[in-house]
């Protein structure tokens, strides 16, 4: 067995042969799409690397791709760290420990070259809303950009050190069963108090000043979080015109107060439904196809993508005036469950709120840790009780 570093077309090709392999067999396995994942890993689309490093591996039994795995340094995030962090993600790989030793013995040589204490995986390179954590609970078709993983990655995980870090929830809700009754009445009251109104992505505001508002309360609900990174609105407009092929322009929200704005609701259709065919290719010429068969459904699942509240109106009732905004004749008639994806178990805060909304907790994901230095001690976050 070899390993080799991904640098040419040919090595993207065998890096995404192997999940081909590893879940052939399998009836819940959707590809994410080859460029998605490709786009991670390029500096012109990826600002990660502006103030980070990253590399790729694949490891092959002759000419047969059979593990690979990615390895990367945040530098910009780890200015905030007690001490380095590495990371791995996009890890994939036969059931066979030697083989998975290789692939973790060479990302984390990669990453001694900084120093690292300790490794986080499997995460994504950049924000962590998306390819991120193990699952090691839920074995049903993931939603757009969510790791799926056969059980036995697990072992090859703790086998090498690495131990469970981080707690990453996906909630299932049925659009009907929300008791929208009881957010109406609390959001009724609290526009009248507060002066609170909701206007979606489609209302005609200026994308850019939309943009900007958004970020605006992004940074300040999540500056507390240990993997902040602030947004600029810049960002954001380049995010909504890359959503606006596929998104429901009518279910990207902003609260404001007054003028003020205080919070936000992302949400789109999942893609997943519709990737499924595709197999990870979505040519350029099947794409009038794939967005015909979106816009032709007459049913969707809805992923949540962006949620936040300006910690000042967190308990003055502008969730539940969002979920009233959310909660109208479009969402009823054109989306019949949603997702709550990338929910960290100690985001006791969050739990809390959507919880009121009668999901239930259908994915478990895993991030772990491996302590480099051991004379550090192994910290992690609260686990939620399932």
């Not at 962590?128 to 990655?153: A, I, M, S, T, W």
């Not at 967005?291 to 969707?300: G, M, N, P, T």
Request: charged share 25%.
């Amino acid at each position: 067995m070899k390993i080799i570093e991904v640098n040419s077309p040919g090595d993207w090709q065998l890096f995404h042969r192997v999940p081909k392999q590893i879940y052939q067999s399998d009836p819940h396995y959707i590809s994410p799409l080859e460029s998605d994942v490709e786009a991670v890993f390029d500096p012109k689309k990826n600002k990660a690397f502006t103030h980070g490093h990253a590399a790729c591996f694949v490891l092959l039994d002759g000419i047969q791709p059979i593990g690979r795995i990615a390895a990367f340094i945040d530098h910009e995030r780890n200015k905030t760290n007690e001490y380095a962090v590495g990371g791995i993600g996009f890890f994939e790989c036969i059931n066979n420990q030697s083989a998975a030793r290789l692939l973790f013995e060479r990302a984390e040589t990669f990453l001694a070259a900084w120093d690292v204490k300790a490794i986080d995986g499997p995460i994504n390179f950049g924000e962590r809303d998306k390819f991120c954590g193990l699952l090691v609970q839920g074995n049903l078709p993931p939603v757009y950009q969510e790791n799926y993983h056969p059980p036995y990655y697990q072992d090859l995980f703790t086998n090498h050190g690495y131990a469970p870090y981080e707690q990453i929830l996906t909630f299932h809700g049925v659009m009907s069963e929300i008791p929208i009754e009881r957010f109406r009445n609390i959001a009724q009251r609290v526009r009248q108090r507060y002066e609170i109104h909701t206007e979606s992505m489609d209302s005609g505001r200026n994308i850019p000043r939309f943009a900007n508002d958004f970020a605006e309360v992004y940074n300040k609900a999540f500056k507390e979080n240990p993997y902040f990174k602030p947004l600029k609105g810049n960002q954001l407009r380049r995010v909504f015109k890359m959503m606006k092929p596929v998104a429901d322009l009518r279910m990207v929200f902003i609260s404001y107060a007054r003028d003020k704005p205080v919070a936000f609701a992302a949400f789109m259709p999942d893609l997943n439904p519709y990737l499924r065919p595709y197999k990870g290719k979505l040519r350029w010429h099947q794409i009038p196809s794939f967005l015909f068969r979106i816009r032709r459904a007459k049913s969707h699942l809805l992923k949540g993508i962006a949620f936040g509240i300006d910690p000042e109106y967190q308990r003055r009732g502008a969730f539940a005036a969002l979920i009233d905004y959310i909660y109208n004749e479009h969402t009823q008639t054109r989306y019949s469950d949603f997702y709550l994806a990338t929910i960290r178990g100690h985001n006791t805060v969050m739990v809390k709120s959507i919880s009121n909304l009668g999901v239930q907790v259908e994915r478990v994901h895993l991030a772990y840790r491996k302590m480099i230095d051991q004379s550090l001690a192994l910290d992690p976050f609260p686990f939620m009780d399932l």
